[in-house]
């Protein structure tokens, strides 16, 4: 699987911290929305095009957050 975006809400902490991620395996796109950080809890969504998993990021990313796209997947 390979990571090709990752969206930060900016804050830190367990209670604050929201990721998205966009990741492609083979022919399925997949998006993470994970609350909490890395031991947070994680809704996945699968898609057969970029096209519809692109719209779920758009979707989640509408909200209160200043929301920042990360260039390199985290370490």
Same mark, same amino acid.
């Given at each position: 699987?390979?990571q090709?975006k =990752?969206?930060w809400?900016g804050?830190w #902490?367990? &209670? &604050? !911290?929201?990721? @998205?991620?966009?990741r492609i395996? #083979?022919?399925?796109? =997949? @998006?993470?929305?994970?609350? #909490? #950080? &890395?031991?947070g809890v +994680? =809704?996945?969504?699968?898609?057969e095009?970029e096209?519809d &998993?692109?719209d !779920? @990021? !758009?979707?989640?990313?509408v909200g209160?957050?200043d929301? !920042?796209?990360? +260039?390199?997947?985290?370490?």
């Open positions: 699987m390979e090709r =990752h969206w809400n804050k #902490g367990r &209670a &604050a !911290r929201r990721d @998205v991620y966009l395996d #083979g022919d399925t796109w =997949h @998006v993470e929305q994970r609350a #909490g #950080g &890395a031991e +994680s =809704h996945f969504y699968e898609y095009t096209e &998993a692109y !779920r @990021v !758009r979707a989640l990313l209160p957050f929301w !920042r796209e990360l +260039s390199r997947p985290p370490q």
